[in-house]
DNA sequence: CAGTGGTCTAGACCACTAA
DNA sequence: TAGTGGTCTAGACCACTGC
């Protein structure tokens, strides 16, 4: 009846032994496993305690139920990485990076800007650009740009120092939600040559981060030119 | 008693309910929500129901339970974004890409591939070279090379059209679980120049994955060399 | 000690799928 | 119709925290 003897829950326990059947090859993509019901019985468990194991191979891409039919286990779920972003992450755990705040303006929102934001032309918007250098020297320069609110308090350090969407988060005193963004390559322009201290036309990773409201509403665009030799972006899979 | 009168479950509409409490504010970082009987009351359903629902709360990381104590309103995770790689993927939903398979050897494992699969210099490796080209011409060479193993089939298809960890997967005929990838820019180079139909130097993207099995030996490693021009990787919060 | 989260049961009913 | 997953209950006991 009571299987309390282990250190481990249950149901981690039937989920282990399931994923181990799955990575020994015991399981095979598309393969249904044993029905709920006789899971119980075999594993001397509710249907509950199943489920909730289940439901973690499940989150965890290993397995996929479909009503009525069954549950089957999945193809390599590889495709999917995480890739944690911050100016932490940026350059490496091991290395620290420093950001300076190079200039803190309100201008009108040129075409670009308004294009992203979703703003008209020529609405007011702040305009952060940061200096991003590690120990050996310049890695990217970014531009931050959010809509401009009258009376909303500015907080320099803020700006400079924290995550973009935290930024917004505390200016906007809301708790958001989404987040995309774009990484591509191109070569360093004029503007950030002598900042990042390379020439014109030195490989260059450009990440351009767009925040959104839960409803889609732009509230956040920034722009980041990485010096390409000095920027890698690590990505990984695992969901824990 | 029975509340099953919606169309969505209740543990769901809590789950909303919560979320929709902490996103407009009403709910701020670090403060502790209604312990779980409390909340089982209020919404007349059962503890299982409730802990069901903070479970998606906790899975999408607005809240962090700690035993004992209460369960509490994290702050914005948006550290962490979701980079779908794959082939499809690569180019936008929208393009459709296409693979060429351009040379298929086993030639001895050159300093480089050596240290990044773990093996001595000069053991047999399998290489594969490929083309992807969307409508609007090429878009990026990549190498991909894997330990040789006698005696195993070499499925041409597979290995130029699957996703780098099936294909692993497949040739190990083992269920994999690590991969990582590293992302930075560059420039193209004389070997690739003519293929990408670009000049040397043009900025290129370049996207180093390593799979690895359970225990960490990697077992394949793959390096893509994009035109920066034709290729934008993107990431997205939300976890749905 | 009381309050909290974590695990678990032995049922129940529903929705969906396929024969 | 039978088999399957999805939701839900009304309890129970445990482990941990803080007073």
Redesign the pocket.
Same mark, same amino acid.
């Given at each position: #009846?009571? $299987? /309390?003897n282990?250190y %481990? !829950? &249950? +149901? +981690? /326990?039937l989920a282990e032994d399931i994923r181990e059947k799955i990575e020994s090859g015991e399981l095979k993509p598309g393969d &249904?496993? !044993? !029905?709920?019901? /006789? =899971?119980?019985e075999v594993y001397?468990?509710? %249907? #509950?305690?199943? /489920?909730? $194991? =289940?439901?973690i191979l499940?989150r965890m891409g290993y397995l996929k139920?479909?009503?009525?039919?069954?549950?089957f286990v999945t193809a390599p779920s590889a495709g999917t990485l995480i890739l944690p972003f911050s100016d932490k992450h940026l350059l490496g755990q091991d290395k620290e990076v420093k950001v300076k705040l190079l200039n803190l303006e309100i201008p009108a929102a040129d075409e670009i800007v308004a294009d992203r934001l979703a703003i008209k032309k020529g609405t007011k918007v702040i305009k952060v650009k940061r200096l991003l250098y590690a120990d050996e020297g310049p890695v990217a320069v970014d531009f931050r740009f959010l809509p401009y609110i009258k009376g909303m308090p500015l907080l320099e350090k803020e700006i400079a120092y924290a995550a973009f969407p935290e930024v917004i988060a505390q200016y906007r005193e809301i708790f958001l939600v989404q987040s995309s963004l774009e990484i591509y390559a191109c070569t360093i322009r004029c503007e950030e040559a002598e900042l990042l201290e390379v020439e014109e036309g030195h490989p260059a990773l450009c990440l351009e981060q767009l925040i959104r409201l839960k409803d889609g509403r732009p509230v956040g665009w920034s722009r980041m030119m990485a010096r390409g030799d000095r920027l890698t972006l690590k990505a990984t899979s695992r969901t824990g």
């Open positions: #009846m009571e $299987g /309390r282990e %481990l !829950p &249950a +149901y +981690y /326990r &249904a496993i !044993p !029905p709920a019901n /006789r =899971l119980a001397g468990v509710s %249907l #509950m305690t199943v /489920r909730q $194991g =289940l439901t499940v139920s479909v009503q009525g039919k069954g549950t």
